[in-house]
């Protein structure tokens, strides 16, 4: 499992900027250290990923450091260096040399109109010690020398334990980097483990073996932590009872929070605070119920996007006197999906909660910049003639996929099945569709749910039923639950 932090690196490539548009938005830029790298050639996005000129950056840097660039025409091959490290990349592969070590890309360098050598930002500066950012109102690419920083790495230099009502916290001080995480839940013994990446332990309690602090409670029996590796802050948190630790990391205050709730005052269902008169929302059948997320997956991140909407309304739909916008329904659609979701333990990232414009190729941007493990598009569909009909839902297995637990083709299916069971239209299939932009330019596995066709009199009947939108969001709800949960049980330690 990944945190929202650590999500947005994935295999070291910028996946986060997508080409847009001048008209739309722009071209892209380059800063360095807060000023502008003037490019004769811009820089350009392939497959979703940032390239820089090489020679524009290096030449950028050459005023604080010695940066080197060499180029064998033979070979095809660029070798860089900076501060001790060395990046070797051959035109057209996805494998790099970083101090000699193999290391993959997710786009590989390439020779670009003008005979110029372009390479891929993120992966190059990061592997040099350099920090690396996106501004999606500026459109971009920030890129920030080591020395910029007042520390390169995170210094933990306390970890405290507190009670509090209802809650267990254990707060990490540090100092230096903001710290990069990643989280992971393991059974048998059942814990809770937050390691922090580019890190070392400061604390004078330490003296290299795993250390313990007291603080038995309802929620975890201990919490250890020890200096896992030469860079990584192990805290592990020995549970009582199975969930996972909420990470917040207050601005400015240099403190790391683990918050467990304490489990008395949970409802074993779905992890919501119980209440005593219940639950009255919950619907008579019982086959539309939503099963609480296992734990194991609490910290996946679902993003939720409406289809259209703004100055894009989808398809329009007739319905008497009314003329009525397909990114209505949708929005409607969104929200309730998110309102089951998040119920069910679920993390969400609404792409849009208004009536608000937002262009194809920003969608991905949106859900790649918050590190979402999964992407939900909703829809619904029209067409030139009444006669198609039925429900669909459309996925696109990228080679990405493989660093997230469950695959697109996976959550399609399972979205289908329960759309068929409960609204009940007919049975168009799951297809695979790597021209649409929210599949393919998405770092994470992503579907685009289409209910029913509005052009279809019998499904446009079904689709006016007020019980129309809650359905469709369940359904979807359902599916998303149960494809984490049966992901879960495959997680190995």
Same mark, same amino acid.
């Given at each position: 499992?990944?945190?929202?932090?650590?999500?947005?690196?994935?295999?070291?490539?910028?996946?986060?900027?997508?080409?847009?548009?001048?008209?739309?938005?722009?071209?892209?830029?380059?800063?360095?250290?807060?000023?502008?790298?003037?490019?004769?050639?811009?820089?350009?996005?392939?497959?979703? *990923? /940032?390239?820089? &000129? =090489? $020679?524009?950056?290096? #030449? +950028?840097?050459?005023?604080? @450091? %010695?940066?080197?660039?060499?180029?064998?025409?033979?070979?095809?091959?660029?070798?860089?260096?900076?501060?001790?490290?060395?990046?070797?990349?051959?035109?057209?592969?996805?494998?790099?040399?970083?101090?000699?070590?193999?290391?993959?890309?997710?786009?590989?360098?390439?020779?670009?109109?003008?005979? *110029? /050598?372009?390479? &891929? =930002? $993120?992966?190059?500066? #990061? +592997?040099?010690?350099?920090? @690396? %950012?996106?501004?999606?109102?500026?459109?971009?690419?920030?890129?920030?020398?080591?020395?910029?920083?007042?520390?390169?790495?995170?210094?933990?230099?306390?970890?405290?334990?507190?009670?509090?009502?209802?809650?267990?916290?254990?707060?990490?001080?540090?100092?230096?980097?903001?710290?990069?995480?990643?989280?992971?839940?393991?059974?048998?013994?059942?814990?809770?483990?937050?390691?922090?990446?580019?890190?070392?332990?400061?604390?004078?309690?330490?003296?290299?073996?795993?250390?313990?602090?007291?603080?038995?409670?309802?929620?975890?029996?201990?919490?250890?932590?020890?200096?896992?590796?030469?860079?990584?802050?192990?805290?592990?948190?020995?549970?009582?009872?199975?969930?996972?630790?909420?990470?917040?990391?207050?601005?400015?205050?240099?403190?790391?929070?683990?918050?467990?709730?304490?489990?008395?005052?949970?409802?074993?269902?779905?992890?919501?605070?119980?209440?005593?008169?219940?639950?009255?929302?919950?619907?008579?059948?019982?086959?539309?119920?939503?099963?609480?997320?296992?734990?194991?997956?609490?910290?996946?991140?679902?993003?939720?996007?409406?289809?259209?909407?703004?100055?894009?309304?989808?398809?329009?739909?007739?319905?008497?006197?009314?003329?009525?916008?397909?990114?209505?329904?949708?929005?409607?659609?969104?929200?309730?999906?998110?309102?089951?979701?998040?119920?069910?333990?679920?993390?969400?990232?609404?792409?849009?909660?208004?009536?608000?414009?937002?262009?194809?190729?920003?969608?991905?941007?949106?859900?790649?910049?918050?590190?979402?493990?999964?992407?939900?598009?909703?829809?619904?569909?029209?067409?030139?003639?009444?006669?198609?009909?039925?429900?669909?839902?459309?996925?696109?297995?990228?080679?990405?996929?493989?660093?997230?637990?469950?695959?697109?083709?996976?959550?399609?299916?399972?979205?289908?099945?329960?759309?068929?069971?409960?609204?009940?239209?007919?049975?168009?299939?799951?297809?695979?569709?790597?021209?649409?932009?929210?599949?393919?330019?998405?770092?994470?596995?992503?579907?685009?749910?289409?209910?029913?066709?509005?052009?279809?009199?019998?499904?446009?009947?079904?689709?006016?039923?007020?019980?129309?939108?809650?359905?469709?969001?369940?359904?979807?709800?359902?599916?998303?639950?149960?494809?984490?949960?049966?992901?879960?049980?495959?997680?190995?330690?």
């Amino acid at each position: 499992m990944r945190s929202i932090i650590r999500r947005c690196l994935i295999a070291g490539a910028f996946c986060t900027a997508m080409f847009v548009s001048a008209a739309a938005g722009g071209d892209v830029t380059l800063e360095l250290d807060g000023a502008q790298v003037v490019c004769d050639a811009p820089p350009v996005i392939v497959e979703g *990923r /940032t390239l820089v &000129p =090489v $020679r524009a950056l290096f #030449e +950028a840097m050459d005023g604080a @450091v %010695d940066p080197n660039v060499k180029w064998d025409p033979t070979l095809r091959r660029v070798d860089l260096s900076y501060v001790g490290t060395s990046v070797t990349l051959v035109i057209g592969q996805k494998v790099a040399l970083v101090n000699g070590q193999e290391k993959s890309m997710e786009v590989p360098a390439e020779i670009r109109p003008g005979d *110029r /050598t372009f390479i &891929p =930002v $993120r992966f190059v500066a #990061e +592997a040099l010690g350099f920090f @690396v %950012d996106w501004d999606p109102d500026r459109r971009t690419v920030l890129v920030n020398s080591p020395e910029e920083s007042e520390f390169e790495f995170t210094s933990v230099e306390s970890i405290e334990f507190v009670a509090e009502d209802g809650m267990f916290r254990a707060s990490v001080g540090y100092t230096g980097a903001q710290p990069d995480y990643r989280t992971a839940a393991y059974e048998e013994p059942d814990r809770f483990v937050v390691d922090v990446s580019n890190a070392r332990i400061r604390m004078d309690a330490y003296e290299g073996g795993s250390m313990e602090i007291p603080g038995a409670n309802a929620a975890f029996e201990r919490i250890r932590y020890s200096q896992f590796d030469t860079d990584i802050v192990r805290i592990v948190f020995d549970l009582n009872t199975r969930q996972t630790g909420k990470i917040s990391m207050p601005e400015g205050e240099g403190v790391l929070t683990i918050d467990f709730t304490d489990p008395n005052t949970l409802t074993e269902e779905t992890g919501e605070p119980a209440s005593e008169e219940g639950d009255e929302t919950e619907p008579e059948e019982t086959d539309l119920l939503i099963p609480a997320l296992d734990w194991r997956m609490a910290d996946q991140l679902v993003a939720i996007d409406a289809g259209h909407g703004g100055k894009d309304p989808g398809c329009l739909v007739i319905d008497g006197h009314r003329t009525l916008h397909e990114k209505d329904f949708n929005l409607e659609i969104a929200l309730a999906l998110d309102n089951y979701l998040t119920r069910a333990g679920v993390k969400t990232f609404l792409l849009r909660t208004t009536d608000e414009t937002l262009g194809l190729q920003e969608r991905p941007v949106l859900a790649n910049e918050a590190g979402a493990d999964l992407f939900v598009s909703i829809h619904n569909n029209s067409a030139n003639t009444p006669v198609p009909n039925g429900s669909q839902v459309f996925y696109y297995a990228k080679e990405s996929e493989a660093d997230y637990v469950v695959g697109s083709k996976t959550l399609a299916q399972n979205i289908l099945d329960r759309l068929l069971r409960h609204i009940g239209l007919a049975d168009r299939g799951i297809t695979s569709q790597g021209a649409y932009a929210v599949l393919n330019k998405t770092c994470m596995p992503a579907v685009i749910v289409e209910g029913g066709f509005f052009s279809n009199p019998e499904d446009r009947a079904a689709m006016l039923d007020p019980a129309y939108t809650d359905r469709y969001a369940r359904s979807v709800a359902q599916a998303v639950v149960d494809t984490l949960n049966r992901a879960a049980e495959n997680e190995r330690e």
